[in-house]
């Protein structure tokens, strides 16, 4: 939740104007539902493109406050960021909340970001991996193996964003090991190496370096540095 439409254009602008032509790298912004529209038009034919932080499940209805899945794709996004942990955290959305979440995008072919990550007292407690597994079988109940296919999987170490605790390239690849082995086990080997898995912590220009010399670390769901564009695209550039 951060800049008004003229910062967020201009934020949208830098970015554009700072990828590379010949950079193959997929570039996917996520800005607030009220900006969406006019920052998908200004990635019209350019190498970025439009996600939703946040949509409700139903087509339509006595939602006051929501959006639905027709909404987002009619202002021109692609995508749609699903079971953030600040959506899970701050505002109570459950596993379940996911998974009809992640159906009704599917539905409507958006491609879902769904993330999933333990907090710190679950960490501690030795629980990070039977908490991770758990939102992953509740995510994707249900979804078939075709489906599975356009699915985006975001692990967030809840516990090491603002904690002073650090997630080391280490720890997060032992991770995603650990979700594609996960994925793996549901769907078989050949969904579980086509699901890019995203690491989501923290991430900066000067530890990009470290995560992508990971085997399983796919690409990055960046916050905060991404409100620059010069931070951003020393994320994006990192061959």
């Given amino acids: 939740m951060h800049k008004n439409l003229k910062e967020a254009r201009e934020l949208t602008e830098g970015i554009i104007a700072g990828i590379d032509e010949s950079s193959t790298r997929e570039v996917v912004i996520f800005p607030p539902a009220v900006y969406a529209r006019d920052i998908a038009a200004l990635c019209a034919d350019t190498p970025v493109s439009v996600g939703v932080q946040n949509m409700y499940y139903e087509e339509q209805g006595a939602f006051t406050g929501e959006i ?13 960021l699903i079971g953030h942990s600040e959506r899970r955290h701050v505002f109570g959305e459950k596993n ?3 998974n009809r979440k992640v159906q009704a995008a599917l539905r409507f072919a ?11 007292a ?8 039977d908490v991770v597994r758990n939102q992953i079988e509740e995510a994707f109940a249900d979804i078939d193996h075709d489906d599975m296919m356009k699915v ?3 692990y967030e170490p809840v516990w090491a964003i603002g ?11 032992s991770m995603h090991r650990f979700i594609r082995s996960s994925i793996r086990s549901a769907f078989g080997d050949d969904i579980a190496l086509s699901v890019p898995i995203l690491y989501g912590g923290s991430v900066k220009p000067d530890n990009i370096h470290g995560l992508y010399g990971m085997d399983d ?11 620059t564009a010069e931070s951003f695209l020393d994320i994006i550039r990192v061959r």
Avoid at 217 to 227: C, E, K, N
Wanted: some cysteine; hydrophobic content about 45%.
């Fill in 152 to 154: 985006v999987i975001a």
């Fill in 217 to 227: 670390i796919d690409g990055v769901l960046v916050g905060g540095a991404s409100l």
């Fill in 96 to 98: 379940g909340d996911v």
């Fill in 68 to 80: 639905s899945p027709i909404m987002v794709k009619d202002i021109g996004a692609r995508s749609i």
């Fill in 163 to 173: 904690t002073g605790k650090v997630a080391t390239p280490e720890i997060a690849e």
């Fill in 110 to 120: 958006l491609e879902p970001f769904v993330c999933v990550g333990e907090l710190l």
């Fill in 122 to 129: 679950e960490r501690e407690k030795g629980r990070s991996e």
